[in-house]
C-alpha cells in the first residue's frame, strides 16, 4: 500500500469514527429531551435552594425558557459521551502504539475518563453549593438577587469543563515524566511556581471570586503532587524491567 494510499484510509477511518462520535452524542441528547425541564431543575438545584426568599430564577430571553434547556440536555451529552468518545480517539491512534505504550497508555485513558467525572463531580457537590450560597449573602443592599437561567448555565458549563480538565493534571504529569520531557525532581523543585501558577489557572477558568478560584486551585495542586508520586513509580518500574531485559 502506497503512503497515499495510507493516507486516505487513515482519513476514512477518521471521518467514521467522528461520524459515530456525533451520532452518538446526538442519540444521547434525543434521549434526554423530553426530560430537558426536569434535568435543568436538577442542574439548577444549587443555585435555587440558597435564593433569598421570594426570589426565583427569571429568563430574560424570549426563547431562553426553550433554549436553555435544550443547551443544558446537549451539553450534558457531550459530558456523558466522553468514554464513547475517547475510545473512539483510542481506537483511532492505538494501531501506531508499540506494545508498552499500549501498556501504560490504557490505564490512562481510563483514569482521564474518572477524573474528568471526578472533577464535574466535585464542581456540582462541592463548587456549586459554596458558591452559590455565597454570592446571595454578599448582594449589595437593595438588590433583588434572581439569576438568570441562561447566565446561570454558562456559569455552569464552565465550572463542569473547568474543573474536569483541572482534574487531569496527574494524567499530565504522568505523560511529561513517561515522555521524558522532565523528571519527578524537577517538577519538584518547581513545586512554588506551580503553586502560583495553579491559583493564576483557577482566576482564568473560574468566575471572579476567591472562593471558586482557591477551591479549583487547591485541589490542582494537590493533584499536582499525586502526578509526581505516581510518575515516581511508573518510571522505577519501567527502569526496573529494562534492567531485567537488559542482556549480561
Request: hydrophobic fraction near 70%.
Given at each position: 500500500m502506497t503512503d497515499q494510499q495510507t493516507f486516505v484510509s487513515h482519513l476514512i477511518e477518521l471521518r467514521t469514527r467522528l461520524i459515530r462520535s456525533v451520532v452518538f452524542i446526538l442519540v444521547i441528547v434525543i434521549v434526554q429531551l423530553p426530560f430537558a425541564g426536569k434535568i435543568y431543575s436538577m442542574m439548577a438545584s444549587p443555585v435555587m435552594a440558597y435564593l433569598p426568599e421570594g426570589s426565583s430564577m427569571i429568563a430574560t430571553g424570549v426563547l431562553s425558557p426553550f433554549l436553555t434547556p435544550f443547551k443544558m440536555v446537549?451539553?450534558?451529552?457531550?459530558?456523558?459521551?466522553?468514554?464513547?468518545?475517547l475510545y473512539q480517539i483510542w481506537s483511532f491512534v492505538s494501531p501506531g502504539l508499540y506494545k508498552h505504550e499500549k501498556r501504560i497508555a490504557r490505564p490512562l485513558l481510563f483514569s482521564s475518563i474518572f477524573l474528568f467525572y471526578l472533577g464535574c463531580m466535585f464542581a456540582y457537590f462541592v463548587i456549586f453549593p459554596i458558591l452559590f450560597q455565597f454570592i446571595p449573602?454578599?448582594?449589595?443592599?437593595?438588590?433583588?438577587?434572581?439569576?438568570?437561567?441562561?447566565?446561570?448555565?454558562?456559569?455552569?458549563?464552565?465550572?463542569?469543563?473547568?474543573?474536569?480538565?483541572?482534574?487531569?493534571?496527574?494524567?499530565?504529569?504522568?505523560?511529561?515524566?513517561?515522555m521524558g520531557v522532565t523528571t519527578p525532581e524537577k517538577l519538584a523543585n518547581s513545586r512554588p511556581y506551580v503553586i502560583v501558577g495553579v491559583f493564576v489557572v483557577g482566576m482564568i477558568l473560574t468566575p471572579p471570586d476567591l472562593i471558586s478560584q482557591t477551591?479549583?486551585?487547591i485541589p490542582m495542586w494537590l493533584l499536582f503532587e499525586v502526578g509526581i508520586l505516581m510518575g515516581r513509580v511508573l518510571k522505577k518500574r519501567r527502569t526496573d524491567e529494562n534492567s531485567i531485559k537488559k542482556p549480561d
Open positions: 446537549f451539553i450534558l451529552g457531550i459530558i456523558i459521551s466522553m468514554p464513547f468518545l449573602a454578599i448582594s449589595p443592599a437593595g438588590v433583588n438577587y434572581m439569576p438568570d437561567i441562561n447566565s446561570y448555565l454558562d456559569i455552569v458549563v464552565r465550572l463542569f469543563f473547568a474543573f474536569g480538565l483541572a482534574f487531569e493534571v496527574p494524567i499530565a504529569v504522568i505523560l511529561m515524566i513517561l477551591l479549583m486551585a
